[in-house]
């Protein structure tokens, strides 16, 4: 590994993934680069698509280019010179500008690795490009809306519920691949687990998507509430919301419940993978239970699991490995979310 792909794969890695680098941090080696550099490259797509100051009609044709780029579809280098300029984040900035940098490390694994990290990212961008056409153009004042069920449970598969499947997947191949797994199981909780990861930041940044013109909830279900996509903009509303926001926290929690299995179902020598997994579910667990005491719809309040508690639940969590019982009631200790 060069000392830029060492930077591309840590420095860099470090700055534009927030929390997700805590846990890439503790993974094994093996499995380290490929994990990272798919999380890169997906990073890459989602800050095209969140550009608000290109055109929708331009994003797309970006995100394509880099998809096509990723599978080898495009032979031609990219330049995202006028989306770099675009960011107001510098670390999203330079990661534009080092696309074709990240592309070259692609190039360097395994013909298996690469595959997995093509498909899965095949996948992601479907599901920004999806988001992409349905939200275009929404603001505030015209909230977008046209998910039903069907649609929120694809969309959360095609951006989060993959990941479970290629990281199930990637850590089969190089860490644990002659142990004796229901691989069935486990590839079906893998993708609950990431489903739920990504239904919990929905119903987190209601407030925020909403002012950005996007809905996720179902207009129907709404609609029986008496509600429209805008009566959502007034905190008041809170209280006619709440029976279907409990619904989506009960679906959230099942999947981390499933997800909690899936950590459980890795064999116990695999200590780093399983601390990997356990993190982001304990802390969305801790997400959805301040989210069913708190008005989910008062955009001043940021919902967040402090750094602080996070640090706590890290150290907990490794005193505890070592006691099987103790480890596996971290997750029931959690309150599960009751529907109303």
Known sequence: MTPDT???????????????????RVLPSAVRPQIGLAYLLARATDTIADTELV???????????????????????????????????????????????AITVLGGFSTADQTLIREVLTTITSGQQLDLERFGGATANHIAISLTDPDLDDYTYRVAGCVGEFWTKICRAHLFPEASLDDAALLRDGVRFGKGLQLVNILRDLPKDLRQGRCYLPAEKLAALGLRPEDLLDHRSELRLRPLYNHYLAIAHEHLAAGWDYTNRLPSSCIRVRLACAWPILIGVRTLERLRTTNVLDGTRRIKVTRGEVRNLILKSILLYPFPGLWR????????????
């Open 329 to 340: 009631n971290l997750f029931a200790r959690v309150p599960a979310v009751v529907e109303h």
């Open 55 to 101: 055109s929708v009609e331009r994003r797309l044709s970006a995100l394509q280019s880099l998809r096509d780029r990723i599978i080898g579809q495009r032979e031609e280098a990219l330049d995202f010179g006028e989306l770099s300029l675009n960011q107001g984040e510098p670390a999203e900035k330079v990661l534009l500008g080092r696309i074709e940098e």
């Open 6 to 24: 060492a930077n591309l794969l840590t420095d860099l890695l470090k700055q534009v993934s927030r929390s997700f680098y805590t846990t890439l």
